[in-house]
């Protein structure tokens, strides 16, 4: 009698061999599942960083008054039209501004300069870099 007690002490119970059991049924039902949806996950994936790239940068065939970044940190002193606001931002379609270099602009865009405040930690290389193009770009009237 001890001989069995003690077989049974060591094994499991029942309800655990059922558990056990139902998981390994699991286990082969998911590996089938994973099989299906292995291409699935990877495509999510690939639309979700593709819409988050073209969400955080804007196109770069769109003008400066229509990007995001510009209405959200430039418009407040540049004006809605970028023309420059009294006792605010310069122009930023001017000749003086797009004559300016790239290299220029963007160390002020980055930095700063006089009243302008510095956007390095506040926006991205690339956006930094959209900017300067856009501003680069003669607007279209």
Request: glycine share 6%; charged share 20%; aromatic share 8%.
């Amino acid at each position: 009698m001890t001989a069995i007690h003690s077989i049974n002490c060591h094994s499991r119970p029942k309800w655990r061999d059922l558990l056990l059991g139902q998981h390994e049924v699991n286990q082969e039902n998911s590996t089938r599942f994973d099989m299906k949806t292995s291409g699935f996950i990877p495509f999510c994936f690939l639309c979700f960083a593709v819409t988050a790239a073209y969400t955080q940068t804007p196109p770069s065939n769109t003008s400066l008054t229509e990007n995001p970044v510009f209405h959200k940190n430039c418009e407040k002193c540049h004006g809605k039209t970028a023309e420059g606001r009294h006792f605010g931002g310069p122009s930023l379609v001017s000749e003086k501004t797009t004559g300016t270099s790239a290299d220029e602009l963007r160390d002020i865009i980055t930095n700063g300069k006089h009243h302008m405040p510095k956007y390095a930690g506040k926006l991205t290389p690339e956006e930094i870099n959209t900017l300067v193009q856009e501003i680069k770009t003669p607007s279209k009237k």
